[in-house]
Nanobody, 120 residues
């Protein structure tokens, strides 16, 4: 079983910065990919950024140049550095991990989420 615990959320003024972190634990041998998703009130959940075990990263256009995702395979952690925050970044941010299983099947695990609130 895999557990994900996020931290680093909070209240910040527009233009400020926050750093989110996620730690995976449990009896796992590897993680294929980890990422950050967010869901704002009244909106659908969306992918923010993701990183593979090989270090390849991807992020959405709305955060490009402002957010940076990084990971540590040995520590099974992933972080999201968020700079130049905007009120529209306000959302619950959740960590996701994709873990390979048997027969090529991969399983998704989710953290409970951490609230990020950006004031005007």
């Amino acid at each position: 079983q895999v557990q994900l615990v996020e931290s680093g959320g909070g209240l910040v003024q527009a233009g400020g910065s926050l750093r989110l972190s996620c730690v995976a634990s449990g009896s796992i041998s590897s993680i294929s990919r980890m990422g950050w998703y967010r869901q704002a009130p009244g909106k659908q959940r969306e992918l923010v950024a993701r990183i593979t075990s090989a270090g390849r990263t991807d992020d959405i256009d709305s955060v490009k140049g402002r957010f940076t995702i990084s990971g540590d395979n040995a520590k099974k952690t992933v972080a999201l550095q968020m700079n130049s925050l905007k009120p529209e970044d306000t959302a619950v941010y959740s960590c996701n991990a994709r873990v390979p299983g048997t027969l090529g099947i991969e399983y998704n695990y989710w953290g409970q989420g951490t609230q990020v609130t950006v004031s005007s």
